[in-house]
């Protein structure tokens, strides 16, 4: 993980969520491949969760090879079957992800999707970009017992 969260903080979230219940938290990131895109263009990804975890995301990062993201290169990160968005709307790649050569980014609170989810990521692309890549980081959380 990059550390945006520190562990403790993230383990408090944890215990509130999980109220008490026994769990084992293992480090995942989830990589989302777009195709190249054109000026304008819309393109989609999709990562399924796998089924016998929670994903805890803490950070974003973005890359697309030999290209900086201009601010008007927008994303939407959606759960396919509860329909809950990550924003309100679709909002600049630079306002929640990294891109390598700026600032570290966190989401503003670490969020839970619930295991067996499809994330679907819609990138709407201001200028050309190539193979573009959208990486969430954060953990995976094993319930064990009630």
């Known amino acids: 993980m990059f550390g945006i969260y520190e562990f403790q903080q993230l383990q408090s ?3 509130d969520i999980y109220g008490g219940r026994r769990i084992d938290v293992r480090p995942f990131g989830y990589a989302f491949d777009f195709a190249s895109v054109a000026d304008n263009g819309i393109v989609v990804a999709t990562q399924k969760i796998i089924g016998n975890a929670d994903f805890i995301v803490c950070s974003a990062s973005f890359s697309a090879v030999e290209t900086v993201v201009g601010f008007a290169t ?3 990160i959606e759960d396919s079957g509860s329909q809950e968005r990550f924003f309100n709307q679709p909002v600049a790649i630079d306002m929640f992800a990294s891109s390598g050569t700026g600032q ?3 989401i503003t609170y670490p969020r839970r999707v619930a295991g067996n989810s499809t994330l679907t990521a819609t ?3 201001s200028e050309a970009l190539t193979t573009p890549q959208l990486y969430l980081d954060g953990v995976h959380v094993f319930v064990y017992g009630n």
């Open 13 to 15: 979230l944890l215990s």
């Open 74 to 76: 927008t994303m939407q």
């Open 123 to 125: 990138l709407t692309a």
């Open 104 to 106: 570290q980014r966190g």
